[in-house]
């Protein structure tokens, strides 16, 4: 079923932390998740971005990957001190294994999986990921799904989101919070 439910807050204060490849769904699967809980959803790449009054292409751009990847650290920590919100993180930040760390002492982490095929049919139209701004990107995102696959596979919770819609995704989400 594809219908939006009212809000109700559920008073647990863990954080539900969404993570998953670029395209998997974080940002609105974890707005939806805040709407339905009456809690904050919080992305840490709109905070790297507020951060450095930059938006990532042209952190990128500028100052390369590794400069990002600082900024996405500290935007993590900070998520981290927060309690009973919804954190969506960018792609890449499993990479660094200190990130992951830091959000499982306050929050259940999720990932939002899905195929490289489904990936490219979200992703194809939008232009904002430097890393997606290749000439072959299909093959870019089956390099990159297998360099990751081991740090997403350290999720709490797997829900595989290939073929449903955003209100689906977040009944299984919640359902498997509430039980774990
Ligand atoms: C990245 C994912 C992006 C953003 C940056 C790098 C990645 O976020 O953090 O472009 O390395 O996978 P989304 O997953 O929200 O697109």
């Keep these: 079923m594809c219908a939006t439910s009212e809000p109700s807050d559920d008073g647990d204060p863990k954080n539900i932390v969404l993570i998953g490849f670029m ?4 940002t ?6 805040a709407q339905r809980l009456g809690r904050e959803s919080i992305d840490t790449d709109a905070m790297v971005e507020a951060e450095s009054g930059r938006v990532i292409s042209d952190i990128f751009a500028e100052d390369g990957e590794e ?3 600082d900024l996405e650290s500290a935007a993590v920590e900070a998520a981290s001190a927060r309690v009973a ?3 969506s993180l960018g792609g890449g930040a499993v ?3 200190e990130n992951l760390a830091s959000l499982r002492k306050t929050g259940v982490v999720f990932l939002l999986d899905a195929t490289a095929e ?7 139209d939008e232009t904002h990921r430097p890393l997606l701004n290749v000439p072959d990107p299909v093959r870019t995102i089956r390099e990159l799904l297998d360099v990751r ?8 919770v797997v829900v595989d989101t290939t073929g449903r819609c955003v209100s689906e995704i977040v009944d299984e989400v919640l359902d498997r919070y509430h039980k774990h």
């Design 95 to 97: 990479l660094r294994p």
């Design 67 to 69: 400069t990002f990847r």
């Design 85 to 87: 919100v919804v954190v």
């Design 28 to 33: 609105r699967v974890g707005e939806a998740l």
């Design 118 to 124: 489904a990936i490219y049919d979200r992703v194809r």
């Design 149 to 156: 696959r081991p740090y997403y596979a350290q999720a709490d």
């Design 23 to 26: 395209g998997s769904g974080k």
